[in-house]
């Protein structure tokens, strides 16, 4: 049979036609089933915060939820900076982003540091907000889970975390006002 | 049929190392390719297909509201909204599932009304037709419990008077009915607790339909299809494979039904439902006027046409019930109406008693309403009880073609036999 017709045939032409109307049908179907998972406008409206930051002393720390997740915002004292930026960029064992503390604060506003507190290893959250807390071995966080030290800039020092705790996006509305996301 | 040898050939040595384990593709091609259909089934026999089309899609969207349903007394009905409003698509989705109901049970009436046509339920299918049944009844129960989830007006007080049909056993014993009534409810009144079972139940039964259907299905490849002569399988002419020829017929159906779903769910999503389910449920405040699904309304209007509370719930559950006698109520040696000259005007003489039931179980039960319900819930349950037996007893069937091929060929194209081959216009379409 095949041998007496052109090839492609009209059947072959509307099989393909058919079975190509048929994928996109399906997959464009499929997308609002894969979608429906994703955050709605409603927890996408919440995802930027703004936080005053007049209450928090030199040395002080606050957290604050940020998209369902713990930041960490350290008035970080003189010492603690000076710790940070004499730290040899070769010591910093994130090798795929060695960052100096210049470029994980902003510029004149260099005492405070805003941090996702998230440790980088399995998701646990660092030691060091408080006062009691131990702060490990170079006086930031420690991760108590699998033992993760952070310096005075959130970077990774030692441990099993792979990389520096996320500075996430944010600017300075104001002079003591922060606005996150 | 299934005792027909296997004609499944593995093509690779892989497909030969699972025949020998798990002949899965075997089975399918058995049933689903190979299978041998009657040649003149008519786009009647599209709705298997289409309804199980309507299951699975049932099920797929109901897993999707799941994921954002708050099945409690206090969130429920916010979070319908939440869903229509905010989740993505969930506009879309909702009203899939909400649609779908009406859709599915318009193309379960279309299946069952073409079963009792052509005397589907005749031996050798008595089980097939009774697993039918049972898969209507799980699916009303799905259904109802499916409409309390939205926790509006109809959502409650359609539970609140459904639940309470079963107080009407406090006639025979008293006492018994309200405990269950109670039993059912987890208090004394429709509450949270009774939605969240409902959502339990809800979520469990359809897997049960599922399961009913895959004996329904396996009982129709053991018995083999009906079709409009009502004849059975005779030659190897009467018969074309599943694949591509059914399977292709049940194709263009499915999407003729689905041109008519799409329409109502984004052109008319809430045309089948009520005004009053936009109205967060309250206890304190009854709807002048219940009613239920358009679905359920010929059972409502005789559950409203007997004037006694338990008469009225016994001849409700009783016009489902009789259903499952059908195959020994109709004396009949003929399956198809076709060929019925009698039985035909009848047939459709029920037909209408059904929709006028319908129509009537959504007016006022009073006046000439009731009176026209009893008129035709007499005729219900007559033509089961009385029309069927008494006219397949009297009646003289129109002489039956001699086979399928017959039917579909001519008189002298009976025999068929080893001339399987189409001529005409039908033979190798794709040459032409």
Sequence with gaps: MAAETEDPNRRDVLVMTANAFAAVGGASLLWPFIHQMNPDAGAQALASIEVDLAPVKEGQAITVMWRGKPLFIRNRTKDEIAAARKTALAELPDVVEPAADTARVKAGKENWLVLVGICTHLGCIPKGQSLADTKGDFGGWFCPCHGSHYDTSGRIRKGPAPRNLDVPPYEFVSDTKIKIG | ?432
């Design chain 2, 1 to 432: 049929m299934s005792n027909h040898v296997s004609s499944y050939k593995p093509l690779s040595p892989m497909a030969k190392w699972w025949d020998d384990r798990l002949p899965i593709a075997r089975l399918i091609h058995d049933s689903f390719v190979e299978f041998p259909t009657p040649r003149n089934l008519n786009y009647l026999w599209t709705f298997g297909g289409i309804l199980s089309f309507c299951l699975v899609a049932q099920i797929v969207t109901g897993l999707v509201l799941a994921m954002h349903y708050q099945p409690s007394g206090a969130d429920a009905f916010n979070s319908v909204e939440r869903i229509r409003r905010d989740v993505n698509f969930g506009w879309m989705i909702r009203n899939f599932h909400a649609v779908g109901a009406s859709m599915f049970f318009v193309a379960v009436y279309i299946h069952i009304f073409r079963g009792l046509y052509y005397g589907s339920y005749k031996a050798p299918r008595e089980i097939l037709w009774i697993l039918g049944v049972l898969i209507f009844l799980a699916m009303m129960a799905t259904a109802f419990m499916g409409y309390a989830l939205p926790w509006g007006q109809m959502s409650f007080w359609g539970v609140t008077v459904i639940t309470n049909l079963f107080s009407s056993l406090d006639g025979v014993i008293p006492g018994v009915g309200t405990a269950i009534v109670t039993w059912l409810w987890g208090g004394f009144s429709v509450s949270g607790a009774t939605l969240n079972r409902f959502f339990s139940l809800h979520y469990l039964l359809p897997f049960v339909i599922m399961g009913l259907v895959i004996l329904h299905v396996w009982a129709l490849h053991v018995a083999g299809q009906n079709n409009p002569t009502g004849l059975d399988l005779k030659h190897k002419s009467d018969s074309v494979p599943m694949a591509p020829y059914a399977v292709m017929k049940d194709a263009v159906g499915l999407f003729a039904f689905l041109i008519v779903f799409a329409w109502f769910v984004f052109f008319l999503p809430d045309y089948l439902g009520h005004a009053d389910n936009y109205i967060e449920a309250n206890p304190l405040v009854t709807p002048p006027h219940i009613v239920p699904e358009w679905y359920f309304l010929p059972f409502y209007a005789i559950l409203r046409a007997i004037p006694s509370k338990l008469g009225g719930v016994l001849a409700m559950f009783g016009a489902i019930a009789v259903l499952f006698f059908v195959p020994w109520l109709d004396t009949s040696r003929v399956r198809s109406t076709k060929y019925r000259p009698i039985y035909r005007w009848f047939f459709w003489l029920f037909v209408i008693s059904c929709l006028a039931l319908g129509y009537l179980g959504a007016k006022p039960a009073d006046g000439i309403y009731v009176f026209w319900a009893r008129v035709f819930t007499f005729y219900y349950f007559a033509h089961f009880l009385i029309v069927m037996p008494i006219v397949g007893l009297i009646e003289t069937p129109k002489q039956l073609p001699r086979s399928i091929t017959e039917d579909v060929l001519g008189p002298d194209k009976h025999t068929g036999g080893g001339m399987g081959i189409p001529a005409g216009a039908a033979a190798a379409p794709e040459k032409r």
